[in-house]
């Protein structure tokens, strides 16, 4: 079974276009969710005339031609989150064997940071459709995935840390994870060492950041998120372990074990102790949970037994709780993220929820 082959049947595509649907709605629907008002505020200065802008140049001119064909703010937004999440679908029903659990999951973290920061999920979305260029190594692949970043970046520059997953072309995973788990860990330690310097503390006091979750400097917020993203990691690696064990006793065939997206979630992990130097860094692992998930969900499925079904159950409770810690009523999210876009959504409120 190859995983380019489409493995949901119709009935899954219509739970998974179900799911889509319900969160394009929360999406789209929720004018009061934070930074919202600052995508407002890009779009009207453009319907005055004012071309001065401090965003990235690919998403101001896509704001501007909205504007010059004469579409509102709020059809523009409808459209342009319509569009990541298909780009997100497209790869879901391409790779994911339960697409519609990956998209559960992906609701629960992070999908309400996504509804907030605009184009940082735009720039997630064209990774998360990219993926497909990193399966097998050719020149048009190598263009067509660069290419894509720079898409991305267009949207947000951070997007251009994803070319790291270049090294997905390296044809032995154990080669892969040899370079990415070390040097995760060798990160961890220069990054450390880096943010202990009189240099950095400078530089960072510039900004007046405070010692609170919201500023992104508690040191519990750090754990929270270095042992949940390292924990994801550490899920894909036990898999992948366990299934291939099962490759090598024949229950499985060899492209049923992930592949390319092993790769790509082994990879991912030098990207989380960039966390250690800013909270904004938790983009960085972020950006490409989606495809963590679609890797996570495919694998134990694979596993026909009742562990199988435990490891499920196990994986929905952790983003349950995630879901709880970050954006809870004793959060400080829930104001600004889970209010708006669940208790204060247009479409609920219409239908009396």
């Known amino acids: 079974m190859k995983m380019n082959i489409n493995l949901a049947t119709n009935k899954k595509r219509i739970y998974v276009l179900f799911v889509i649907a319900i969160l394009w709605l929360l999406y789209v629907f929720s004018p009061k969710v934070a930074d919202r008002d600052y995508y407002l505020l890009v779009f009207t200065r453009l319907e005055k005339g004012i071309n001065y802008h401090n965003i990235e140049t690919g998403y101001w001119l896509i704001c501007k031609f909205a504007v010059a064909i004469g579409m509102s703010f709020n059809v523009f937004i409808k459209i342009y989150a319509f569009i990541g999440l298909m780009l997100m679908t497209m790869t879901a029903l391409k790779y994911s064997y339960k697409p519609y659990i990956v998209f559960g999951l992906y609701f629960l973290y992070p999908f309400m940071l996504d509804v907030a920061q605009v184009r940082h999920f735009m720039a997630c979305a064209i990774l998360t459709f990219a993926i497909r260029y990193l399966e097998k190594l050719t020149k048009e692949n190598l263009i067509k995935y660069c290419l894509c970043i720079a898409i991305a970046m267009t949207q947000h520059t951070i997007a251009l840390v994803y070319l790291v997953f270049l090294l997905v072309y390296v044809k032995n995973s154990k080669t892969v994870v040899k370079i990415a788990i070390p040097s995760t860990f060798i990160l961890l330690v220069g990054v450390k060492f880096v943010t202990s310097t009189t240099l950095y503390l400078k530089i960072m006091g510039t900004r007046g950041l405070e010692d609170t979750y919201e500023a992104g400097t508690s040191g519990r917020q750090f754990v929270l998120y270095l042992a949940f993203y390292g924990l994801l990691v550490a899920i894909c690696y036990l898999l992948h372990a366990i299934n291939s064990k099962r490759i090598e006793e024949g229950e499985l065939l060899d492209d049923e074990n992930g592949g390319f997206l092993y790769k790509v979630c082994m990879i991912s992990a030098l990207l989380i102790p960039f966390i250690v130097i800013d909270f904004q860094f938790t983009r960085l692992f972020r950006g490409c949970i ?40 004793s959060s400080a999210y829930f104001e600004t993220l889970t209010e708006p876009i669940i208790f204060d959504n247009e479409v609920i409120k219409l239908i009396g929820m």
């Open 290 to 329: 989606f495809i963590v998930l679609i890797y996570i969900v495919n694998q134990v499925s694979y596993i026909e037994s009742r562990f199988g079904r435990f490891a499920m159950l196990g994986i929905v409770l952790l983003f349950m709780a995630i879901f709880y810690k970050l954006f809870g009523p």
